[in-house]
């Protein structure tokens, strides 16, 4: 990639530019942006500031990039600064369109305070400075204390406050370090209570003590604080959230009630979950934006043990999607889940059909599941044998030695 006058804006499945660059990865929350911000007619006034490109990170001519970048989670926005491409500002997750427009106003200044310092004259902007170029370069240590430091000295109504949480916490949660995020979220939600950010942070607070070993001090009443936190977001009526942001909540709210082991109580936030999707799913205005819901769909079914509601939604989004592999291969997923092994099966060799790159590795599981549902050990072991010779196969950047290891454990479990 050679980025020339304009930074550029990279999206992970991702966007990047030959003015600054604007890059992204393509998960829920990526495709989400595709159907309901990138539409937004107000993000033209940015059209000629930055070059827009989009990286789909399942391709192989992609896994330098991707390495490069060190994409961790899909979605991630990068600002490129096209003097040396480095990355000049990063967000990770999903945006409104007014979070999207400040992220691309803060990278103009971004871009710029390389080559005028003297724009980043208050501490706290010189600090934030360095915690971006940090957070940019997948520094996360040296960004987390960036950030602390730039938070730590920030006046009252400081307008990057939001973007600093949001990138401290992603950082922090690199680095393991859950108990930070606990207290970076006492101390910062009620400043963002009532905002995107005060959700998100609430939600991943919520996340990170459920990661704390259960001999933390007061671990149960730390997780009822930021459950409750969580429920105050999801009632919040003034609160405009994002459907995908607001399954994120439920989705750290039913983890909760699993780490509680409290089985009647995941059951209940999982109905609640699967109502909200479905509701959000009827309000979409075509059918990419319906399709949006569709993996959370399916897991809320699964937890609440009723994976035959995901039949009608998937074999829509296949019929109305036909080039997009993710429909016939949540299908193979639900079948499975209903022991239909013949159906399940068919919708693989479709999924196959229409796929590539790293994601197939959890499509071969899901196959040598089915293949043993069937009770062919044979069709079994030579699915992961296949996948195993895959994943080896894979370029540096979309290789994973973890998955790789995995593989061989459930082979080695069948010999």
């Not at 990047?16 to 990865?25: D, E, H, I, V």
Request: hydrophobic share 45%; glycine share 8%; with cysteine.
């Amino acid at each position: 990639m050679r980025i020339r006058s304009h930074a550029a804006l990279i999206l992970s499945f991702a966007l990047a530019a030959a003015a600054p660059a604007l890059a992204t990865s393509v998960a829920p929350g990526a495709r989400s942006m595709r159907a309901n911000v990138f539409t937004d007619a107000s993000l033209t006034r940015q059209a000629g500031r930055y070059v827009w490109l989009a990286m789909d990170t399942e391709k192989a001519r992609n896994a330098a990039l991707k390495k490069r970048l060190g994409i961790q989670a899909i979605p991630t926005y990068f600002i490129i600064d096209p003097a040396d491409e480095h990355v000049a500002l990063r967000w990770v997750g999903g945006a409104t369109t007014t979070q999207l427009q400040k992220l691309l106003d803060e990278g103009g200044t971004a871009v710029a305070s390389t080559t005028r310092p003297g724009r980043a004259s208050s501490p706290a902007d010189q600090a934030l400075a360095r915690a971006d170029r940090s957070y940019g370069a997948g520094d996360y240590a040296a960004a987390a204390t960036a950030y602390q430091e730039a938070l730590a000295a920030a006046p009252a109504g400081w307008p990057r406050y939001a973007r600093a949480v949001d990138a401290l916490s992603f950082a922090l949660s690199q680095n393991g370090q859950n108990e930070a995020i606990v207290t970076l979220a006492r101390t910062a939600y009620p400043r963002l209570r009532g905002t995107v950010s005060g959700a998100s942070l609430a939600s991943s607070a919520l996340e990170a003590v459920t990661e704390l070993p259960d001999s933390t001090p007061n671990r149960a009443a730390m997780r009822a604080e930021f459950e409750g936190r969580c429920r105050e977001v999801l009632a919040d009526p003034k609160l405009v959230l994002a459907g995908d942001d607001r399954s994120g909540v439920y989705i750290a709210l039913l983890d909760a009630r699993h780490d509680a082991k409290d089985d009647a109580g995941a059951k209940g936030v999982a109905g609640e979950w699967a109502a909200m999707l479905e509701g959000e799913a009827a309000r979409a205005k075509t059918p990419d934006g319906r399709a949006v819901y569709d993996s959370h769909r399916v897991s809320a079914y699964l937890e609440l043990g009723q994976p035959e509601r995901a039949i009608p939604m998937l074999e829509a989004s296949e019929r109305d999607l036909p080039g997009d592999y993710n429909p016939p291969a949540r299908l193979a997923v639900a079948y499975r889940a209903m022991k239909r092994w013949p159906e399940a099966l068919a919708a693989s060799d479709r999924a196959f059909a229409k796929s590539y790159g790293p994601r197939q590795l959890g499509m071969y599981q899901v196959r040598a599941d089915i293949y043993l549902g069937l009770a062919d050990t044979t069709g079994a072991r030579r699915t992961l044998a296949n996948a195993i010779a895959f994943a080896d196969s894979l370029p540096p950047g979309q290789r994973s030695e973890s998955t790789l290891a995995t593989l061989h454990k459930r082979l080695d479990g069948l010999h």
